[in-house]
């Protein structure tokens, strides 16, 4: 897979199945998007105090059409949705970082 075709790459495709295991997603199954993401400090998804600024972070979205959910990732965290994809989406400010 590389990431002119599909958008992400096969590490990307792996964090995917480590969040969501029971599907065994392929790369077919996946749709990515990604945009920028307002944070309220310079910690961004990590949470915590990390400065008084308001910093912008890439979020990526891998959509699995097939059950309806989606990976949301930024930095080395992740937020699982279980709702139909909508670009922009207002995310909760609980991030899960990748062990």
């Known amino acids: 897979m590389n990431r002119e075709t599909h958008g992400f790459t096969d590490e990307m495709l792996e964090l995917y199945r ?3 295991p029971e599907q065994n997603a392929s790369a077919e ?3 990515y998007f990604a945009w920028p993401e307002l944070f ?3 910690s961004g998804p990590y949470g915590g105090i ?3 600024v308001m910093t912008t972070f890439t979020v990526e979205a891998f959509y699995n059409g097939v ?3 989606t990976l949301y990732v930024c ?3 992740y937020q699982k949705g279980t709702t139909k994809f909508e670009p922009f989406k207002v995310l909760s400010s609980v991030w899960t970082r990748f062990t």
């Open 40 to 42: 309220c400090s310079t």
């Open 75 to 77: 930095l080395s965290t």
């Open 18 to 20: 480590k969040v969501f």
């Open 67 to 69: 059950y309806g959910t």
């Open 50 to 52: 990390g400065g008084a």
């Open 29 to 31: 199954q996946l749709e």
